[in-house]
């Protein structure tokens, strides 16, 4: 079946260092990849998202990649601050099933950022 | 910025009550969404909803789900009979489109006690 899921857990780092979040997906009809980012006790918030036909996007202090020859999907976070920290969850939209919308998340990775 | 809302931030209710969760979705948005996130796993999709029915549902999304749009603005989910596993963190989330590559906007979400 598809799955969608990250490499770690936690992971710890020093305010100021970079940060690079995994996943890696296992349906290759998907088109459609977001990170979202879950503080404790609120909803996912959208931070970045890629298409099938990119293999790279960045945003304000944020980069996407990904690499679609082995399903592998980073979140890279420049100078980590400690409102970083958070859950990161990427996502799949699934395509698959038709226009829906439907997303299929990973386990998520916890992000500490030390001071 | 537009956002999703949802009401009651918390509730807790007795095994086999009837519950309805309340969204109102962003303004200009066609597509709406529930997804659960059982507490410390991952966020899941529950069902997806245009033009007054439902698109596609996951097999979480039983006869004791159902969803409503009673007007122009707000977006139910009921639980008829709650069970002991329903309790969770339910996201409503909504869309322009239900595209794929279209931006899927979460709210804060309802956290469901079921006692």
């Known amino acids: 079946g598809e799955s969608v899921g990250l490499h770690l857990p936690t992971l710890s780092v020093q305010e100021g260092d970079n940060s690079i979040i995994n996943c890696a997906y296992s349906?290759?009809?998907?088109?459609?990849f977001i990170w979202y980012k879950q503080e404790s006790g609120k909803g996912p918030q959208f931070i970045i998202d890629?298409?099938?036909?990119?293999d790279k996007r960045q945003g304000q202090r944020v980069t996407v990649l990904l690499n679609k020859t082995v399903k592998h999907l980073s979140l890279q976070i420049a100078a980590t601050q400690p409102g970083d920290s958070a859950v990161y969850f990427c996502?799949?939209?699934?395509?698959?099933?038709?226009?829906?919308?439907?997303?299929?998340f990973g386990q998520g990775t916890t992000l500490q950022v030390k001071p | 910025e537009p956002e999703v809302t949802q009401t009651p931030s918390h509730q807790v209710t007795q095994m086999g009550q009837e519950v309805i969760l309340r969204c109102v979705p962003i303004s200009n948005h066609l597509y709406f969404y529930w997804y659960r996130q059982i507490l410390g796993q991952k966020v899941e999709f529950l069902v997806s909803f245009y033009n007054n029915e439902i698109s596609e549902k996951s097999e979480i999304f039983d006869d004791q789900f159902s969803v409503e749009r009673p007007d122009g603005s707000n977006f139910t989910l009921k639980i008829r009979s709650t069970k002991l596993e329903d309790s969770a963190m339910y996201f409503c989330?909504?869309?322009?489109?239900?595209?794929?590559?279209?931006?899927?906007?979460f709210g804060e979400g309802s956290w469901l006690t079921v006692v």
């Open positions: 890629i298409r099938s036909n990119m």
């Open positions: 996502a799949e939209n699934n395509h698959g099933s038709g226009n829906t919308g439907k997303l299929i």
């Open positions: 989330a909504s869309s322009a489109t239900g595209l794929s590559g279209n931006t899927i906007y």
């Open positions: 349906n290759s009809a998907s088109d459609y």
